[in-house]
């Protein structure tokens, strides 16, 4: 199941939602980024660029997208997990996810991920995701939003993703 190919104009994805950056900066952070479509190693790519700082309590540069339509949820319960096609500068990122039983800003389910400087795919299965200042399990017949996040240290973020999907449909 697709979620964002790319086929839609920038910044809606081919779900309908539209991807947002956010950073540190709605929390007193003073991290940067930016978001743009374009060209990167000879694929068409959303990329998120930034500096990541930890001061003020800072520490994060996201790009995120609603998984449904109108704030709703989407039933992923059929599904194995979330596959990613990324290219990056070595450097580690999280996907996060968000169910409708996510109630605070801090809270999600994350998994980390590489990106090298190369295109590869890479699979996230849903029992791998580690819940995050939350005590609920990962429902993913209720998710509401996704997160490619640069998180936690003081780096040079560079993540590009050409597709979203979930994977594994049984």
């Not at 605070?104 to 299965?125: C, D, G, I």
């Not at 939350?134 to 017949?141: E, G, H, M, S």
Request: proline residues 5%.
């Amino acid at each position: 199941m697709v979620i964002d190919d790319l086929s839609a104009p920038h910044p809606r994805a081919a779900n309908g939602a539209d991807w947002q950056l956010f950073t540190d900066g709605v929390m007193g952070g003073v991290s940067q980024g930016s978001m743009q479509r374009e060209s990167v190693g000879g694929r068409l790519a959303l990329r998120m660029q930034g500096a990541v700082h930890l001061e003020n309590n800072g520490g994060f540069v996201q790009i995120a997208l609603d998984l449904a339509a109108h704030g709703g949820a989407l039933d992923a319960g059929a599904h194995e997990g979330v596959e990613l096609e990324v290219f990056g500068n070595d450097e580690r990122y999280g996907l996060h996810l968000r169910t409708d039983a996510v109630t605070r800003p801090w809270q999600s389910y994350r998994h980390p991920f590489l990106a090298t400087p190369e295109w590869r795919v890479v699979r996230l299965p849903f029992r791998a995701f580690q819940p995050h200042r939350l005590d609920a399990p990962l429902d993913v017949r209720r998710l509401r939003r996704l997160g490619l996040v640069a998180i936690g240290r003081a780096f040079a973020a560079d993540l590009a993703v050409a597709r979203v999907s979930l994977y594994g449909a049984s």
